[in-house]
């Protein structure tokens, strides 16, 4: 979908005749630059390892909203005790105990009013398991992105509308946006400008 309305295109500087695949090919060059399907709220899946003496991981994608009625972005956690990695033994003992029990590799449940959140960086940080053993992989189901686009994004995006039209090898009237022409010149549409009006929303890490 396109960040901007068509009846908002001459409010954002961008003349009336502005065809609609110009700001469809913005909003995609956002979506690509941020690394995410969508700016919109959205649910998203996260496994994590978390490291070895820490209880606590970072969320992705910001920032974090309850979808629809939700009291919390929040909407599953699981948690297990995989078997450690080099290095990352805590209690010789209780891994002993564990592994008798097949904790190890088994998700559970866990209730996620026991996580503390921190909504606007994203850190969770999770309580111990019942043996002491700190949980050492999770898996976060969550809502992030904006209920409205908000005034920056729909700058950003006729920004980048401007920058295309401006660029003389993509400026041919009546042609679509090619998707290789769009990678091709996405370094130069997405100016400094830009960059710092999506930092926000840019995903915090890969995967």
Known sequence: MGYLDPTEYVAYGLAAETTDDWVLMASTLIEAHCRRQSLLV?????????TAGSQAVRLSYLPLTPLGSAASPLVGVQVRYGRPRRGELQDPML?????????????????????????????????????????????????????????????????IVKNAQATPAMNVKGSKMDTLQMQYFAGSLIDANVQMMLAPYVAQRIG
Request: proline fraction near 8%; glycine fraction near 6%.
């Open 95 to 159: 891994d002993q105990v564990a592994w008798a029990f097949s904790i190890p590799g088994s998700w559970s449940a866990l209730d996620p009013t026991s996580v503390d959140l921190n909504p606007v960086t994203g850190d969770l940080t999770f309580p111990m398991n019942l043996l002491g053993l700190n949980y050492n992989e999770v898996e976060v189901t969550y809502t992030a992105g904006v209920a409205v686009v908000p005034p920056a994004i729909k700058v950003a995006c006729a920004q």
């Open 42 to 50: 959205t649910q998203y899946v996260e496994r994590m390892r978390l």
